[in-house]
């Protein structure tokens, strides 16, 4: 991967950008993303931010040898730290926690008043970041699942929702299951989704087998119950799939 062939992730986040945006990018680890987006989206303008000091100096050296420092700024800092208030549009998160990218939005939330577009790419926890953006009346308004080099990744898209209610329209009425495995994802249903809750679910079958298995306390019985539920939620979703990845 470089700044002229971005991993697949990457490349679904960029899509996501338009042109002429005015983004900051946190995270940005070699800055490959600010730069396609520089070289192939038209953006106007990008603040690349890093909170360590190797991938700072990577992005610092890769946007200088792009020949970008006009309009990719490289900065040293924690999460939105590294913007003034109202100087982005756009946030692109990506290749972190779901926990940790609400964590750096929570801390943020006053750098995000200019903000029109919110781009999160959660290694784990997206659940996380769709409860963190309808708390904070963030609409979801796209999300993709896909798979690279055998991991599945989830990329989620919000904008600033209108009133109170607006943020829950892509739920419908099914909220429980929709911060769980994506309005949008569910309703399509494609390959990697299939693929990804059919292993999840497998996967808490297991864990709730070895609870079953362990001194029954409190916490422990608690646990089952909510392993029990989520398993319900998948399966009422997927359905007969589990077969054809047997």
Known sequence: MNSDRLSKRLATVANYVPKGAILVDIGSDHAYLPCF????????????????????????????????????SVRLGDGLDVVKHG??????????????????????????????????????????????LLDNSWKLVAEEILEEDGKIYEVL?????????????????????????????????????????????????RIYQQLENAVQTPDTIEKKQELLHKI?????????????WS
């Open 157 to 205: 898209v919000a904008e600033k929702g209108k009133d109170a209610i607006d943020p829950l329209i892509p739920y419908g009425q099914s909220l429980e299951e929709g911060l769980l495995l994506g309005p949008y994802l569910v309703k399509e249903r494609n390959t990697v989704f299939k693929k990804k809750w059919i292993n999840e679910k497998k996967n808490w079958q």
């Open 232 to 244: 319900k939620l998948v399966k009422e979703v997927i359905q007969d799939e589990e077969s054809k």
């Open 87 to 132: 100087e982005v549009e756009y946030v692109t998160i990506a290749g972190m926690g779901g926990t940790l990218i609400t964590s750096i939005l929570e801390k943020g939330k006053d750098k995000l008043g200019s903000v029109k577009r919110l781009i999160l790419q959660p290694n784990i926890s997206a659940i996380s970041i769709r409860q963190w």
């Open 37 to 72: 987006l520089a070289k192939n989206i038209g953006i106007t303008y990008a603040v690349a931010g890093e909170v360590a000091v190797g991938p700072y100096q990577s992005a610092k050296g890769n946007v200088l040898s792009e020949g970008l420092s006009e309009i990719i």
